[in-house]
């Protein structure tokens, strides 16, 4: 009986620690949810939409100020990484089902078709049932900035604010387990700082290239996130500038880099960056996969070399670096260039960055084991032979854990795609369609052959919502968070049986 005592007051404990921290992320969302009424300064006339944003975000800042405080642990508690996670999963849920408000209001969405807009900007995946073309302002200022919210992370948002180790467990739920600096707080900071400072720079620089104000702070926002959103239905693709890809392009990849490897670029040590194993890849990458898109798909679509060498370029990277802008659309693409970007998009970007996919770092561990496989099979069988790879700035040697690590993951996200796909295809889509469109929704890329849209059905909908969210927190996050619930709600359960 004492020993049930015990176990109840230290759940009670931990589980307070984890509300408070859930209502610290609801009112953060809720002050960003006022943000898009800044845009009333220069677009009065969508005065009428005010409230759709101001009576949301009153309700989270008042939810979540009574949770944080209510609950505030009196010392100081380090929480575990499944505690963690059961907050990252309980806050997203959350904010991304309130977020959708705006959506219905003033867009006029359903339930689920408001939700999917919602999923698509906090995963910063960028597929889309809005037509923006009819979208008020302050909607598409709205998509925007949860895609910068959400690439930068709520759970980076607050740590930033929490002393104390109590965010360790938080970020690592996240998978942004590495820190810049040895304090978390600053870490946190730190990431802010340069997430801001390329969405300044990028606004500025797409001003210069040609875009209006607006569409260039929308759409720096959209490209430092690898988010995609955009404010033409045509994409990058409206304005058919070599300056505007350009600086896409730029802001995509260093979207798509590590914080840590942003971190190091940001100080100057490229001999660092250089000799991080994701940074090898994606320069392999990147212009082989290019180049084969231009040889076999775009020089029979266009023409012209320039033309073919700008949708090469940009539609690969945008495709690797998980971000979804497009030049062109691929209802003419042949196989081989659909198959291209499919797997592009599986691979995705950086691990710890605000790309979605299986990640770099994994892929090239795995092919750093089968190097070293096969250098092990030439080699006398009593040598010794090390298998290393470079993470950021240390040398890491693979351990049976890490690969472990690695091929579950790797298979886990693998054989989830294909059951999603073979779920489109029961509703009546073609396979090619439906492996090009669940490959970007579980890689939260964006990019689309028109099968996603507000007449989609519900269960194909409802399925792509599920795979973005699973994308963006990784599958591990949410199961090892469910299994966490599970087995306290059972032992609670158990004790108040036992009390009874």
């Known amino acids: 009986m004492e020993r049930s005592v015990r176990e109840m007051e230290y759940l009670k404990e931990r589980y307070a620690a984890i509300i408070s921290s859930v209502g610290m992320m609801l009112f953060l969302s809720g002050l960003v949810m006022l943000t898009p009424l800044l845009g009333l300064i220069a677009y009065p006339a969508e005065m009428a939409y005010a409230m759709g944003f101001g009576l949301p975000a009153g309700c989270l800042v008042m939810i979540g100020v009574a949770l944080w405080r209510g609950f505030h642990p009196h010392g100081r508690i380090t929480l575990s990484v499944p505690e963690g996670g059961v907050i990252v999963v309980t806050g997203w849920v959350l904010v991304i089902l309130i977020s959708a408000w705006p959506f219905m209001s003033i867009q006029g969405l359903c339930f689920p078709l408001a939700v999917f807009e919602s999923m698509s900007g906090w995963t910063t995946t960028g597929l889309s049932v809005v037509d923006v073309s009819r979208a008020g302002r302050l909607v598409l200022l709205w998509r925007s900035i949860i895609q910068l919210a959400g690439g930068a ?17 938080i970020s690592r739920a996240e998978g942004r387990s590495d820190q810049l600096v040895p304090q978390v707080r600053q870490s946190a900071r730190l990431v ?27 759409h720096a926002f959209a490209a430092v996130s690898t988010g995609g959103f955009s404010t033409h239905a045509e994409s990058i693709g409206y304005w058919n500038s070599m300056a505007v890809e350009g600086v896409s392009v730029a802001l995509m990849l260093l979207g798509s880099l590590s914080f840590v490897t942003a971190w190091y670029l940001w100080r100057g040590r490229l001999l660092v960056v250089w000799r991080n194993g994701e940074i090898r890849l994606m320069a392999v990458l990147i212009p082989l996969s290019a180049a084969a898109v231009v040889l076999v798909t775009c020089r029979a679509l266009y023409p012209q070399l320039g033309k073919s060498l700008r949708v090469g370029i940009f539609e690969t990277v945008s495709a690797l670096t998980t971000t979804g802008f497009s030049t062109v659309g691929y209802r003419d693409w042949n196989g081989f260039g659909v198959l291209v970007l499919i797997g592009l998009m599986l691979i995705g970007g950086g691990t710890c960055s605000t790309a979605g996919g299986l990640k770099q ?15 092990r099979s030439l080699l006398p069988r009593t ?48 396979l090619p369609d439906a492996l090009f469109e669940f490959a970007s929704a579980i890689g939260t890329v964006g990019l689309s052959v028109g099968v996603t849209g507000p007449g989609m059905p519900l269960p194909a909908l409802w399925a792509e919502t599920l795979a973005m969210f699973l994308g963006r927190l990784e599958f591990m996050v949410v199961i090892v968070s469910l299994i966490k619930l599970g087995r306290d709600i059972r032992r609670v359960t158990a004790n108040g049986s036992n009390g009874a």
Request: charged share 10%.
């Open 361 to 375: 770092f994994r892929i090239h561990l795995l092919w750093k084991l089968l190097v070293c496989e096969l250098r």
């Open 153 to 169: 992370g709520l759970a980076i948002i607050m740590i930033s604010a929490i002393v104390g180790p109590t965010g360790v467990g």
């Open 383 to 430: 040598a010794v032979l090390e298998c290393s790879a470079w993470e950021a700035d240390r040398r890491v040697f693979v351990s049976d854990r890490q690969v472990r690590q690695a091929v579950v993951f790797v298979f886990l996200y693998l054989a989830v795609y294909l059951l999603g796909a073979l779920l489109l295809c029961t509703w009546g889509f073609s």
């Open 192 to 218: 802010l700082i340069i997430y801001l400072s390329y969405a300044a720079a990028g606004t500025l620089a797409y001003w210069l290239a040609g875009m209006t104000p607006f569409d260039a702070l929308n």
